[in-house]
Nanobody, 120 residues
Framework: QVQLVESGGGLVQAGGSLRLSCAASGSIFGINTMGWYRQAPGKQRELVATITRSGSTNYADSVKGRFTISRDNAKNTVYLQMNSLKSEDTAVYYC??????????????WGKGTLVTVSS
């Protein structure tokens, strides 16, 4: 009953920027932690960044200083601003969220992913 839909992926040159968005919809009272994960070709899925309901953030060392995670609680949306992109950022980026329903039950959801390709 909850869906996460990512958007904003695409092809970009090294050094360029992209902004990813993930909108949650369905039976939602609120969302606790939201995050972005990525899976590069031939590699395991890894955490990119997370953000709590109150705005506390955490970043992977590989993206710190280049990426910024943010959220709009009123829109149940999380964003990932990606600057100074490198070829090693190429991956499918997945949105993740801990969704609170109207009975205070928390469940974790994943989006289907959006592909980011950085050319070099």
């Amino acid at each position: 009953q909850v869906q996460l839909v990512e958007s904003g992926g695409g092809l970009v040159q090294a050094g360029g920027s992209l902004r990813l968005s993930c909108a949650a919809s369905g039976s939602i009272f609120g969302i606790n932690t939201m995050g972005w994960y990525r899976q590069a070709p031939g590699k395991q899925r890894e955490l990119v960044a997370t953000i709590t309901r109150s705005g506390s953030t955490n970043y992977a060392d590989s993206v710190k200083g280049r990426f910024t995670i943010s959220r709009d609680n009123a829109k149940n949306t999380v964003y990932l601003q990606m600057n100074s992109l490198k070829s090693e950022d190429t991956a499918v980026y997945y949105c993740n969220a801990d969704v609170v329903d109207w009975l205070n039950s928390v469940r974790n959801y994943w989006g289907k992913g959006t592909l980011v390709t950085v050319s070099s």
